[in-house]
């Protein structure tokens, strides 16, 4: 009798106890889901959570989740375009068929600091570029160019059509074909240098040393990035795209 009254007490201190982390944990996240949720919180926009992404904002490891809940609103994602100063005029949803298309649809003619030839894209597509060109494309051009960049160049977006690879085209339909994803060639300095990967990707020096730059840091806002390395059909451009599960090379 004894060991069992032992047994149950020890059942109720570890029941007892679990209870208390459980009640510190509950009152712990509703006085943090306030503190965040007031007006007036003190936690800065690019660290609360439930804060909309401003493009211009530090980046902090609640970036991330405040883009990928973005860029799955159409409505949010326009206004942080428009809040950013890029211009990305609306346009009607393109629907060609279940493959094919452009939700969310515009026409970027203008990044936060740089120019673009005008493009047919998605606002997910503009968003994830518009954090690539002012979080790495800009900060690494004053880095290791000394200089600004004044336009991205770029050969399309949406294209209806199935994956490209170097037996030939792919049973799978591309990203291309939802405008998820844009193909970018190079830069266009703003003391009138002209950049391409086909030009200056190799070598040595602060030109290619840019480019491997603004490669690399486009893993960090966009999901698959593909570029000279991978193979010769991205010898001339970089393969920016938002979907899939993540691979960078």
């Known amino acids: 009798m004894t ?16 209870f208390r982390i459980l009640v510190v944990v509950i009152v712990l996240g509703g006085g943090g889901w306030v503190l965040l949720a007031h007006p007036k919180t003190p936690v800065p926009s ?40 890029v211009h990305f005029e609306a346009m009607e949803g393109l629907v060609v068929d279940q493959s094919c298309g452009i939700a969310a649809r515009g026409l970027l ?8 030839e005008a493009i047919e894209t998605s606002c997910a597509t503009t968003l994830r ?31 209806c059509r199935r994956m490209r690879t170097l037996q030939g085209e792919n049973n799978g ?44 840091g486009a893993c960090d806002w966009f999901r698959v990035v593909l570029g000279p390395d991978f193979n010769r059909l991205h010898a001339d451009h970089f393969h920016l795209q938002g979907s899939g599960w993540g691979y960078c090379r």
């Not at 003619?109 to 673009?116: G, K, W």
Request: charged share 20%; net charge positive.
């Open 3 to 18: 060991q069992n009254n032992g047994r149950r007490r020890f059942l109720y201190l570890a029941a007892f106890f679990v």
């Open 46 to 85: 690019h660290w609360n959570p439930l804060r909309d992404l401003k493009v211009s904002a530090p980046v902090t490891p609640v970036t991330r989740y405040q883009l990928n809940r973005t860029v799955a609103d159409e409505t949010q994602c326009r206004a942080t375009l428009a809040e950013a100063g």
């Open 109 to 116: 003619t203008r990044l936060a600091t740089s120019h673009i």
């Open 129 to 159: 570029l518009a954090m690539w060109e002012h979080h790495v494309v800009q900060p690494a051009a004053h880095e290791l160019l000394g200089t600004g960049i004044a336009r991205l160049r770029h050969v399309g977006s949406y294209n």
């Open 173 to 216: 339909w591309s990203s291309h074909a939802r405008a998820d994803s844009i193909d970018i060639i190079g830069v266009v300095t703003t003391d009138g240098r002209v950049l391409t990967l086909l030009n200056n990707w190799q070598g040595t020096g602060p030109e290619p040393a840019f480019l491997r730059k603004i490669w690399r």
